[in-house]
């Protein structure tokens, strides 16, 4: 595993503003983390609004705890970075709030 990766899922008419004070704090709390950029529309698997975080491997003990109980209520995906997205996305998937159907078929060859 060479990082982690946390997409914050949002509605953009709905809970963005939700999804800003999360990043906010994402960012002044945990400065080691990429927080990457807003995704209004449909990107790669992910079948609503986002933006992801990425932290490495010695930050997982540290940030996920305070994701789940600092989330605001939104959907988060949890997956590990292996070289293998399909897996990373499925298989060694975690999910704090509700399952989103993923688009796995854009990893498939």
Known sequence: ITEYHAHIYYD???SRGRAERVREAVAAQFPQARVGRWHDELVGPHP???YQVAFPSGM???FVPWLMLNRDGLTVL???ETGDNLSDHSTHAAW????????LDV???
């Open 12 to 14: 953009p008419a709905t």
């Open 107 to 109: 990893f498939r060859k």
């Open 60 to 62: 997982l003990a540290q």
């Open 96 to 103: 704090f709030g509700a399952v989103l159907p993923l688009r």
């Open 48 to 50: 609503q609004s986002m």
């Open 78 to 80: 949890l997956h590990p």
